[in-house]
């Protein structure tokens, strides 16, 4: 699938937004992108994302892609971000929710 500049920007924008001490899921980055798929999220933020807050954005279960976990959760507890077990409470940091 190939991406938009608009819409490649638009996820951009969207991941820069997520306040410091906050996540996001990658489906909530594509629903404010208005993105037709979380997966695509992933993969503009692999090929573009490096001077993003990347490590702000969670899968679902609040759980990192394994093989960024480690540096990710490093970032988000330097932010304030706690991990339990490798996973992040949503219910506590999650951007928007009750913004």
Request: proline share 7%; no cysteine; charged share 30%.
């Amino acid at each position: 699938m190939s991406v938009d500049e608009h819409l490649h920007e638009r996820i951009r924008d969207a991941v820069r937004s997520i306040p410091v001490g906050r996540v996001a899921t990658y489906g909530d980055i594509a629903d404010i992108a208005r993105a037709p798929t979380p997966r695509l999220v992933g993969r503009v933020l692999s090929e573009d994302g490096h001077d993003l807050p990347w490590h702000r954005v969670l899968r679902a279960s609040g759980t990192p892609a394994p093989h960024l976990a480690r540096r990710q959760l490093e970032l988000l507890r330097a932010e304030g971000v706690p991990a339990v077990n490798e996973k992040v409470d949503l219910r506590t940091y999650r951007w928007g929710v009750r913004d």
